[in-house]
């Protein structure tokens, strides 16, 4: 057993789950997204996009890709939410919790495309 | 460039992620704890000023407890996570100076710089592997000539000193070994530009590689290899390597030359150094008895040269298993050995001994037994030159000067070479009318070396005027264009048409597209004729002594002026 394969599987698949878990509910009813499921997503998603650095493979090159792509989505996502909290005023109307979770939505579908490559690589290890 | 990029990113992981957490560990603790608002209510602070707070208080910047000043709660999580993210902060940051001093990081770092200076490059580039005594010799050389050169060398100490040189322009230079084929491939080996591979390392089995390396990957490159050894030279003509320079060799045949063709020697040193310097007085070694201290490379390469010119030589040796049967066994530092060989009697002494310092003694005592010697000496290491001026030795051979020496023409002027070699199959009556015409052209400096191509790409003025059925000759080039009677202070060396070389071709002689001429002049006499090279109007002045008027209206008016003159009535 590889302590880093093990830390790296769980942050990949950590960030999975948390954002699915955010994304679950009604697309525009604030109480079915808790904001600071949200922060975790993001700071899980950060955490796992910097354990891909500096991998030279293919496989550990679109892993990386992946994960930029769900950072540029749930950062996207928090910069809704702020915005409208704190600087339009509008608050957690249905229009903005449904966009915040939409940009998530498309975090959860990258992440879902880190750990499917992850399974695969994963099962082309042959030892 | 990759390297370098992704060395970064492997390093920077831990402190990343550590930062990442201090971050998110605080936010998270701000927007847990609750506070109280200015009206005593209970408060949670939000992500978004959660963040805000963290991030100055991260920094150490402090703008103060916002919104709402801090309840006890609240300010012990800040206390403790100050220590938190000014730690992580500080780890971080000296990671980044660790990565920065690191020397595999620099070692990526140089090579990324030295690939993007090589792949800047848009003029043609000669690259020169090792950058020794030799090397740099040469790159200086070629630099003041204003050839673009590219260096290589493992010694990172040797690339300190080629910075610091001001060579006027940029040298890309890199630290790796010149075996590697990785190095020589980013040093722009396969580049069309690449026009020459130049090997001066001290390792002969290193300028080998070098030289297979690059007749391999590029074969149409041109590549001049020194070489210490008979075995590493017959090496290195096996597979084709354009010039094989061994320098003791060189000084032999120089020395020889010397003695047989003095005009042909002189004409060889005063077109191969600097143009404007002061013309150098001939060297005259004669002939009869010469001792030879030092039976080694060099000892063997003159005393070789010496007797195919009919002189009598006599070695002094220290080691006999290196010693000929009829030399004389002892040190050549001595009076005695010196006696024994019979230095009274002789014409001259040719000294190459284990250092400089002995080379010197050995000299010097041969001196004070006869002071008619015409003395001949190896100078191994160039901060010595001092020592060997003050000795007034008639005749210093420093190995790196004379590779030098062969380099450069065979990579500035080709055509130099081409010609060095015909004078010397040639008689000394013709080097010497040539070495007059030389000396009066050039008023005692010596003179610049230049070849050029007839072309529309070298010479678009002559050939538009080939073109339009007017003879060019060769002495209409060196015509002033201000005034056609008067001659440009240059020669016309040789003329190339196919493989047929005329030195000192006639004025009259006239030219077509493809040939090529080889001048020297007068330092900076080179620019004057390339006026009547590209200047399609210079040209037909200095050719028919018409001067063509500039604009439309005054050409018109003297084709009017013309008509007027050849019917005889307006």
Redesign the interface.
Known sequence: MNIEKVLFGFFVLLALTLNFGFVMGDIDDPDHHHVYELFAALVVSLVATVLKFGDRSHIGAVLLATSLVADLHLLAAAAVWGTANHITGTGSDPGTVASVVSLAGGALLANLASVVLLVIETANLRR | MEDVI????????AP??VL??AY?VS??GL?LIPGVDDQGNRWYM????AFYFVSFMGSTIGFGEIPYPFTAAQRLWVAICIFFTVLAWLYAIGRIFALVQDPAFRQAMREARFILAVRAIRTPFHIVCGYGETGSLLVRAMARRGFQCVVIDREQDHLNALALESLGSDVPAFCGDVGDTQTLLEAGLRKSLCQTVVAVTDSDDANVKVAITAKLLHPSVKVICRSGSQSASDNLASFNTDHIINAYDAFGEHLAMAMRTPSVHLLHAWLISLPGKKLRPPVTPPYGKWIICGHGRFGRAVRQYLEQEGNQTIVIEQRPEWAPSDAVIGPATEAGPLLQAGVRDAVGIVVGIDSDTNTLSSVMTARALNPRLYTVARQQRRANTALFQAAKIDLVMEPSRIIVWRMLPLITTPMLTRFLRLLRTGDERRAQMILERVRTVCRGMTPQTWSVDIGIDATPAVQALLDSGQPVSVGDLLRERLDRDERLPALALMHTRGAENVLMPDPERSLQAGDRLLFCGRDGTRHDMEWVLYNRKALEYVVTGIDIPDGAVWRWLRRRRAATAATGHP
């Open positions: 992704y060395l970064f990113l492997r390093r920077m992981r990343l992620i990442i957490a998110s936010v998270g927007v939000d992500f978004f000023h």
